[in-house]
């Protein structure tokens, strides 16, 4: 099998034989294996994208007699991480029963709920709309994916012509149409009419391609998008520079990036203006080569062609009318210059949306865009969690490809509006939606929790975590820092979590890391300034060098952190949280705690002023006043432990017992009970306080506030 690794230069050849042979006789695991492959190479198709089947012999549960059996990928799965259960399994022959029953192309819609009459497996994924289209060709193995190659031939005006002529007539065309069981019956039309073909181009859309085994099929799908790619490449140029050839210069690297953390927190705002958004950033060279490019005002307001494409992107992109030498710094001036941008959109999508719509059509839509462009400096989009920002900008960049490709073989078409309106608000996608779970509290959030690799912040980080916010971890300690994250990712997944490098006293790491926030994730909505350190000394003891260190990490550290937030949450105008988390000591101190004490205290003062000074912006400010957090946590590190134990008169063995015995209700304070604290202030059953300090210490009396 080496040989065929050096057959493509487009695409990657990633069978593995003794893999394979492990898995033979059994057909669908093979289709499992084959998915993965093609879903790992990007350049095949994206994510969420395309589906696979394979047909086989199996044992009917009731009869005990042979049927045929068709596994195709469930509705909402993806080809790259995709399991045996994410496989709907069909009886073949209801499913090609139902043309029987099928009542022309204005009922199509009905078939899908008729799909689970043919069900194999009542385990299996809920059939996809495109199991249709598996169906009713006969092939054992069928791979049907997105690749930009092939979108690019099947956008161009010419695509049908191309087609024929790249491929001499072995791959068939069969022009847009919306997927559905009327697009399966053209597709099988297609192939009586022409025999013999390799696969079948589905006009503005994506790529058929089958095989006898699951290896034909795999090789078959590789070679067709290699030949497409190929063709592309040995065409760019002939026709003129790329795109028209570049209109401006991008900014250097680390301007582009500085201009885009500045900015991202206004757009934020700007989209947020119904539901609170998350974003994603990219500045990757072919985004610049498309957006610095004479054709970008032609192309852009044309939208995207692939409904994969476009169901993420929206129907177009905003481009914004900034100079790459605009001064960001002035919020009100790049508001008042790009408002009426955001305006023009939503009304223009409002037009789209009142000119299109059936009388049975879902309600309109969060009108805002979701792919913003900045000539010169990169591209931003925003949705409703990391995972879906992410993935729509990866769209957008198959989607430049696409256009990238038709302007160099012909000229690139669009999806009329009317059809992409036909697949946006389209019943069965609606019905997708209405099916997703409820969002969490914290959908939609960002919190940057300082001091989060470790202790209270990590349990903080965490919980927010869990309800769905987007979190920065971030500590002093790189190595400690780089544990946490992995822990995170390997919790939550790649998308829920960023990390910085984050010294609360030193306001150029706290700019660096809002600045990587608001990279990593839009802007910034929560800011818990946990970040601390303790000492415990008699005054006598206490040095000059105790004292300064207390207040700047506790007291400056939560002035410069909550100064350099709360700018931000200004930009993004849709309100905020600062929580401090401050100390019963605050309220009543311990002996030997003059510094640790009085800098609690500064901190709860300071709450009290941050509050009553952001109010008018919506921004709440309220403090958590744990006491004797001693599992897991930083502050019982370093002597203070000791200290506690010796200005008690016990070992630090008994420091436990001895808190959970001076509190009213006898008990152990943990992380997680500062945690659920800070949720109960931002999970949305608070939104209207502002101000007020909670007490997590188990009861001590003495600390009661009055």
């Known amino acids: 099998m080496s040989v065929q690794t050096t057959k ?40 969420g994208g395309g589906n696979t089947s394979c047909k086989a012999i199996a044992k009917d549960p009731l009869t005990g007699k042979d049927t045929e059996v068709m596994w195709v990928k469930g509705s909402g799965g993806d080809l ?26 204005e009922h199509e819609d009905e078939m899908v709920e008729l799909f689970n009459h043919c069900i194999y497996d009542l385990a299996s994924k809920a059939p996809s709309i495109d199991t249709a289209l598996h169906g009713f060709l006969p092939f054992k193995h069928i791979d049907h994916l997105h690749p930009d190659a092939a979108i690019a031939i099947a956008a161009a005006k010419d695509g049908k012509q191309i087609t024929k002529d790249l491929f001499g007539g072995k791959i068939g065309w069969v022009k847009w149409q919306k997927p559905g069981f009327d697009l ?39 070679e067709v998008i290699e030949m497409c790619a190929q063709y592309l490449e040995d065409n760019y140029g002939k026709k003129g520079p790329v795109f028209g050839g570049a209109k401006i210069e991008s900014l250097p690297k680390e301007e582009r990036l500085a201009k885009a953390a500045e900015l991202a927190p206004v757009l934020r705002g700007f989209c947020s203006s ?91 839509r969060d009108a805002n865009p979701v792919i913003i462009l900045y000539p010169g400096v990169g591209m931003f989009s925003f949705a409703k969690d990391k995972q879906t920002t992410r993935v729509a900008s990866e769209f957008y960049i198959n989607a430049i490809n696409v256009m990238r490709g038709a302007e160099a073989v012909s000229e690139y078409t669009s999806l009329p509006r009317q059809e992409a309106f036909n697949i946006e608000y389209w019943l069965l996608e609606e019905a997708k939606l209405q099916r997703m779970p409820k969002p969490k509290a914290l959908t939609g959030r960002i919190a940057l929790v300082t001091g989060s690799a470790g202790g209270i912040g990590k349990a903080i ?3 927010f975590a869990e309800e769905g916010a987007c979190v920065i971890i971030n500590d002093i300690n790189e190595e400690r820092l780089q544990g946490a994250m992995e822990e995170f990712q390997q919790l939550f997944g790649r998308d829920t979590a960023a990390s910085t490098l984050l010294d609360v006293t030193d306001n150029v790491t706290i700019e660096k890391a809002f600045a990587a926030t608001v990279l990593a994730f839009g802007g910034v909505d929560i800011i818990v300034n946990n970040a601390g350190i303790s000492i415990s000394k008699s005054i006598t003891d206490h040095t000059i060098a105790d004292w300064d260190k207390l207040y700047d990490t506790l007291v400056k550290g939560q002035f410069l952190v909550s100064k350099a937030g709360a700018a931000i949450i200004r930009k993004q105008a849709i309100g905020g949280d600062i929580i401090n988390i401050v100390s019963k000591n605050a309220v009543v101190s311990g002996p030997n705690n003059a510094g640790y004490g009085s800098a609690k205290a500064a901190q709860a003062h300071m709450s009290r002023l941050l509050a009553a000074e952001l109010g008018g912006d919506k921004i709440r400010v309220n403090s958590v006043n744990p006491d004797a957090v001693i599992a897991d946590s930083n502050i019982w590190a370093g002597g203070w432990a000791e200290g506690r134990a010796k200005a008690y008169g016990i070992t630090v063995a008994e420091l436990p017992a001895y808190y959970a015995k001076r509190t009213l209700l006898n008990e152990t304070i943990l992380p997680i009970d500062i945690a659920n604290a800070c949720f109960a202030f931002v999970g949305g059953l608070l939104s209207k306080s502002t101000g007020n300090a909670l007490n997590v210490d188990g009861g001590v009396a003495a600390g009661f506030l009055r």
């Open 8 to 47: 493509f230069k487009h695409v990657s050849y990633l069978w593995n034989e003794a893999k394979a042979a492990e898995l033979a006789g059994d057909e669908v695991a093979l289709l499992v294996y084959r998915s993965n492959l093609l879903g790992a190479d990007l350049r095949l198709t994206n994510y």
């Open 80 to 105: 790259g991480t995709m399991k045996r259960n994410g496989l709907a399994a069909l009886h073949m022959d209801r499913l090609l029963n139902l043309k029987n029953i099928y009542r022309g192309i």
């Open 184 to 222: 399966g019956l053209l597709l099988k039309e297609c192939l009586d009419e022409n025999p013999g073909i390799r696969g079948i181009m589905l006009g503005s859309h994506g790529l058929f391609t089958w095989g006898d085994t699951a290896y034909e099929s795999y090789l078959n799908t590789l």
């Open 274 to 364: 119904q539901t609170k958004m998350i974003g994603h950033f990219t500045d990757d060279d072919r985004v610049l080569q498309f957006i610095n490019s004479n054709d970008l005002d032609r192309l852009a307001p044309l939208g995207t062609s692939c409904p994969d494409h476009f169901l993420r992107t929206k129907i177009s992109p905003l481009v914004l009318n900034l100079a790459t030498d605009e001064d960001l710094t002035n919020t009100s001036v790049i508001k008042e210059k790009i408002a009426p941008l955001f305006e023009t959109y939503r009304k223009m999508y409002a037009e789209y949306y009142n000119t299109c719509k059936h009388s049975n059509s879902p309600a309109i």
């Open 461 to 463: 980080a965490k919980k």
